[in-house]
């Protein structure tokens, strides 16, 4: 089996040989063109040389009866200079026959054409070695003959000699760079992605408190790393909750099945008596369906934090939906001497997207709540309004209130403040608050209303029409 060691290697290397190629590909390229560009650029000049000689000479020989003799003499003359350079000329007559000149003879030809320097029958001793391997050279008719200018290539060889060179050189340089470099880069970034691997495995086998580090590159692995956080901070907050939540459930089942057992167990080991025994089956009942329908609520809750529900939003107004819970409230506010003010007759029409059952549920569970944990003759209001982002509605009490440090805590599944414990209810009332305002991207908290228990439900996005 290959060791995650030689893996990483292994990657570092083909990373660094992927950048070693794509560097000598672009370097090949740009010296490619240079080389392209500099040699037509330097047989242009050779040539405009040529031309600008020939012209000289053309101009020697005239319009006098003598001018052939005299561009002989002239051609002679710069033939003997040019035997230590690389100048080429060659004077012949009408029938090509060598008049004056460093080489023999040439065939003739049009245009400009390189000749070898072998094919060139040279006329006397050379004396310094050539840096080129051809002349270019152009044939010129003339008044009596033909003339023949030429010059070697040396400095175009020269040019292209050097830049085969820098190029060596340049690839030589950048490969070991990228080869250097890649490696860097790539056992840098194979040790973050071992360090990734190393937290998840971690994670996986139950530490699910550790962390992926983050550095201050704010690069793309940095931003795997802060998703994978992300991630595991849920996780482990969904996984808090369902510890807490099985916790909650078992605990406050035990309590009623204990109940259940003990009344059953008395009535037992007691005397025959048939209307005792009957209460006793009717409380187990009353039990029975208690707990039956703290199953109902908690599969509720969870039903609702899928948000299966979300697909069937429509618009609902909330002035008409809070008016109408006075008839199923009402009734029991008055029971408790409490006075219960909904708002009604407001201007505005305010609507928001979502599922008009839930919402009725989310503001007669908070109402409810006023009714239910507030002493007789509580005022309670609640209040429509809203601000740039969307409404608000406030459910507000003047009764005993929340302590701040509880205010989180209510939200649990299950959970009652301990003065509750004797009240009726099953502390789901909040959860489920919380699962449909968390549905409707809304965001539901609870603050002193000096005295009492102010809940506000804000609502973001959604539309206000007259
Ligand atoms: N308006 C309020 N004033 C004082 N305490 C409150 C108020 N609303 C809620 N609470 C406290 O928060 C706890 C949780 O409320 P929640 O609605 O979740 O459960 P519940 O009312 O006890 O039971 P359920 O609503 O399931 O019948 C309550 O038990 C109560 O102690
Ligand atoms: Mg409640």
Not at 331 to 357: F, I, K, S, W, Y
Request: aromatic share 4%; hydrophobic share 45%.
């Amino acid at each position: 089996m290959i060791s995650r060691a030689r893996i990483t290697r292994r990657t570092a290397f083909r990373l660094a040989g992927l950048v070693a190629g794509i560097i000598t590909l672009i370097n090949v390229l740009i010296f490619a063109i240079l080389y392209f560009v500099i040699s037509q650029q330097l047989s242009s000049h050779l040539k405009a040389h040529i031309n600008e000689v020939r012209k000289t000479l053309i101009d020697v020989q005239g319009e006098e009866s003598d001018g052939f003799q005299e561009l002989s003499a002239m051609v002679a003359r710069h033939a003997l200079v040019a035997q230590s350079d690389e100048d080429i000329y060659l004077l012949t007559d009408e029938a090509g026959k060598y008049i004056s000149g460093n080489v023999h003879s040439l065939e003739r030809f049009s245009g400009f054409r390189a000749i070898p320097w072998k094919d060139l029958k040279l006329v006397g001793r050379w004396a310094s070695p050539r840096a080129s391997d051809a002349v270019i050279g152009t044939w010129t008719p003339v008044k009596g003959g033909f003339l023949f200018v030429g010059d070697g290539n040396g400095d175009i060889k020269d040019a292209q000699r050097l830049l085969l060179t820098g190029l060596l050189w340049g690839i030589c340089l950048s490969i070991v760079c990228a080869l250097i470099g890649g490696y860097l880069l790539g056992v840098k970034a194979q040790r973050r992605v071992a360090e990734m691997e190393r937290v998840l495995d971690a994670v996986a086998s139950g530490e699910l408190h550790l962390r992926v580090p983050r550095n201050s590159l704010s690069d793309d692995i940095d931003h795997v790393a802060a998703l994978i956080n992300a991630m595991l901070d849920r996780l482990e907050r969904l996984i808090d909750n369902l510890k807490q939540v099985s916790v909650d459930v078992a605990h406050d089942l035990r309590t009623p099945i204990s109940r259940m057992r003990q009344k059953l167990e008395t009535v037992r080991s007691g005397p025959d008596n048939l209307t005792l025994y009957k209460d006793i089956v009717d409380d187990s009942l009353d039990e029975i369906d208690n707990i039956a329908d703290t199953f109902d609520a908690l599969l509720r809750i969870s039903e609702i934090e899928t948000g299966a529900r979300k697909m069937k939003f429509v618009e609902v107004e909330l002035n008409s939906l809070l008016a109408n819970l006075g008839d199923a409230l009402e009734a029991v506010a008055e029971e408790r001497q409490h006075t219960l003010r909904l708002p009604n007759g407001c201007a505005d029409r305010v609507m928001v997207l979502g599922d008009r059952r839930l919402l009725n549920q989310l503001f007669i569970n908070l109402i409810e709540n006023a009714i239910v944990h507030c002493p007789n003759g509580t005022d309670i209001d609640v209040e429509l309004g809203g601000d740039l982002q969307g409404p608000i509605i406030r459910v507000k009490d003047t009764g005993p209130g929340i302590p701040p440090e509880e205010r989180e805590k209510v939200f649990r599944r299950l959970y009652r403040l301990e003065k509750s414990r004797t009240t009726r209810g099953s502390g789901l009332g909040l959860s489920l608050v919380a699962a449909i305002a968390a549905l409707h991207d809304a965001t539901i908290t609870l603050a002193d209303n000096h005295p009492g228990l102010v809940a506000e439900v804000r609502f973001c996005g959604a539309s206000t029409s007259d």
